[in-house]
Nanobody
Framework: QVQLVESGGGLVQPGGSLRLSCAAS????????MGWYRQAPGNQRELVAL???????NYADSVKGRFTISRDNAKNTVYLQMNSLKAEDTAVYYC??????????????WGQGTQITVSS
């Protein structure tokens, strides 16, 4: 059974920083793209950042220059370093990964979500 476990959420003041982690565990043959999404109350879930297994990254315009996504392929872990946080970054952040449990099938997996609140 594959699981994505997130950590690192919490309350931070505007202008502050937080680092999220998401580790994939279980029966894993290969992990492809990994990413972070977020969903604020009343809004649809949106892509924040994505990173391929080769390290190619993509960011939402709203976080470019402030957030950095990275991964450790040996640990099947993806990170999101968030700097210069703003109130509008407040949301539940979800980890997502395309994982091959075996060499014959692949599917997308989601983490449980972690709350980020940016407030003074």
């Amino acid at each position: 059974q594959v699981q994505l476990v997130e950590s690192g959420g919490g309350l931070v003041q505007p202008g502050g920083s937080l680092r999220l982690s998401c580790a994939a565990s279980g029966s894993i043959f290969r992990v492809d793209a990994m990413g972070w999404y977020r969903q604020a109350p009343g809004n649809q879930r949106e892509l924040v950042a994505l990173i391929t297994s080769g390290g190619i990254t993509n960011y939402a315009d709203s976080v470019k220059g402030r957030f950095t996504i990275s991964r450790d392929n040996a640990k099947n872990t993806v990170y999101l370093q968030m700097n210069s946080l703003k109130a509008e970054d407040t949301a539940v952040y979800y980890c997502n990964a395309n994982i091959w449990p075996t060499k014959w099938d692949t599917r997308g997996y989601w983490g449980q979500g972690t709350q980020i609140t940016v407030s003074s």
